[in-house]
């Protein structure tokens, strides 16, 4: 076989693959399709965000504080007299960026360490276990609200923080894989012939390893939105006035009878976007292992 037919039928196969791959993702129903929507449209708004409204987030209205729906406001405004909408299309830059940076980072530091666990074994991965299992056992709420502390409550430290939570579920993950992979026979051939261990590593394993860390990926981003929003609700996440969904909760449930749109979208918001990540994942889960093909 000649070297432009092998690259053809690799071609060819790479596009089979890339049906299969949408075919069964979409083929969930229409749940996953709104969902993958959902996810779609809060990126847009939270890239294009000065573009779709004429306000800052900051900009302070004081003879229009705590207003319903108008032509001016489309959703009113908080008790500083600033545009509830605008507000809530920043709050999605600022919810996505957090979990994106937390759950980036934390799949680099976990995947390292779950790699290193599995394929050295013996008291290297009791002792990265055994850590691990130490902050499996501490809920995540408080152990980042322990760790909001000792950080300034800026975007990058927050993302950090709910990081260190969720660096152990890529830990567990990879390891496990990582054991049951490097016994296989091309794992056994490439230490015969001398290839060094951190190109065993990073070159067969990690890749084998990849389809289920995209779906603990987007499962994660979803957490970690929640994280987010759940301490700058109690105050040790993201810091006022900066428009995060958390913070936003946290200033409008004291005027839920006067003016209910402040604390209700915002919620909403957060609601929409971790289910929405969580079934996205569900359906990539489906699409990217063909052993796993449920149905929503």
Known sequence: MT???????????????????????????????????????FVLCAIFAPVLTQYTPY???????????????LLGTDSLGRDTLTRLIYGARVSLVTGLL???????????????AGYFGGWLNSIIMRLTDAMFAIPPLIFTM????????????????????????YIRMVNGLVISLRENDYIT?????????????????LPNCLASLIVTFTMNVGSAIMLESTLSYLGVGIIPPTPAWGVMVSEGY????????????????????????????????????PRLRGKL
């Open 189 to 205: 051939a490439a230490n015969l012939i001398g290839q060094k261990q951190g190109i065993i590593m990073f070159r067969h394993l």
């Open 146 to 169: 322990v760790l909001s502390t000792m950080v300034s409550g800026s975007l990058l430290g927050v993302s950090v923080v709910i990081g260190v939570s969720i660096v152990p579920s």
């Open 3 to 41: 070297a432009s037919t092998t690259t053809s039928v690799k071609k060819v196969s790479r596009l089979a693959g890339a049906r299969r791959f949408f075919r069964v993702f979409f083929s969930r129903g229409w749940v996953t399709k709104l969902c993958f929507a959902i996810i779609v449209a």
């Open 102 to 116: 937390s759950s980036i980072w934390a799949a680099v530091v976990g995947s390292t360490l779950g790699l290193i």
């Open 254 to 289: 004291k005027y839920l009878f006067n003016q209910p749109l402040v604390a209700i979208l915002p919620g909403i918001c957060i609601m929409l976007v971790v289910i929405a990540f969580n079934i996205v994942g569900d359906a990539l889960r489906d699409a990217l292992d």
């Open 59 to 73: 900009q302070q209205d004081l003879l229009n504080m705590l207003k319903g729906p108008s032509a001016e406001h």
